[in-house]
């Protein structure tokens, strides 16, 4: 398949491991990655925050960016991030629609309906749940908010560790609970964000797990930020990562905001076209 990355706009700015390691996954699996170049933001921060008009150009942008899969261009779209996949099928043409822009809603939602959260583009789309993954370590995973209820990826991520090579994988108490973070609940409602980061906290240490994954970065930057500072001696590693690991390659776990994280991997070539 030919398959075009939405690497999010954190991910690009921050933690780029995990687009490239949804590169390295899918090229082993014998598929071809393609990076729209002008892609940017797909609009989640300004809608859940209630600037729409300011939303519209960034999911105009979005969409004009990937309309080539309407054209066959491209089998699908990946994203690494359950939060963006489940804005762009959920927010944008609604969007669209509220500012009269009934063209491009029609367009956006067809362009949705071509674009898959990493698990669901393996389990159901390349139906494969075994990708030759190799990664001994104990691990655990976390749910994220919007792959668990706007997206419904049930138990696809955790199949997908399950027939990884050497892993011990612990179950996750509480898993479904909220992480605290939310985008810019974290920011309004600090407080509240602190207090459910530390239920998750408490919950992650007890498996004692040395990794804690999950499909979003933007969870795992909030939690590992927490571990971090209170030294909990968990690292943080999106899904792509742990799937892209083999014996040949294998990823190291890194801590978040950890300055000697190896971050070799940006020199992944990828096509634009």
Not at 145 to 170: K, T
Request: hydrophobic residues 40%.
């Amino acid at each position: 398949m030919r398959i075009a990355l939405a690497a999010t706009c954190l991910a690009d700015a921050m933690f780029p491991q995990a687009p490239q390691a949804t590169v390295r996954l899918l090229e082993r699996l014998g598929h071809e990655v393609v990076f729209p170049p002008s892609q940017t933001c797909c609009g989640q921060m300004h809608v859940n925050t209630g600037y729409f008009k300011d939303a519209l150009p960034i999911i105009k942008n979005h969409v004009e960016a990937f309309s080539p899969v309407l054209d066959d261009e491209w089998d699908a779209i990946v994203v690494p991030s359950g939060s963006c996949t489940g804005s762009i099928r959920h927010q944008q043409a609604m969007v669209c629609r509220r500012l009269g822009e009934d063209k491009l809603a029609a367009t956006a939602e067809a362009v949705a309906a071509k674009t898959y959260e990493l698990s669901e583009l393996l389990v159901d789309v390349l139906g494969v749940t075994d990708v030759g993954a190799h990664f001994p370590h104990r691990v655990t995973y976390h749910p994220t908010c919007h792959s668990l209820r706007m997206l419904h990826v049930g138990d696809r991520p955790l199949q997908l560790l399950r027939a990884v090579e050497g892993i011990d994988l612990v179950e996750l108490g509480d898993a479904e609970s909220c992480c605290g973070f939310g985008g810019t609940f974290a920011l309004k409602n600090s407080d509240t964000s602190i207090a459910m980061l530390g239920d998750k906290m408490t919950h992650v240490r007890s498996t004692g797990a040395e990794v804690l994954t999950a499909g979003d970065y933007s969870c795992l930057m909030h939690i590992g930020g927490g571990l971090t500072r209170t030294r909990a001696g968990v690292r943080t590693m999106h899904l792509a990562e742990i799937l892209a690991s083999t014996r040949a390659e294998p990823a190291q776990p890194t801590t978040v905001g950890d300055p000697t994280a190896d971050r070799s991997a940006t020199t992944i070539e990828v096509s634009t076209r």
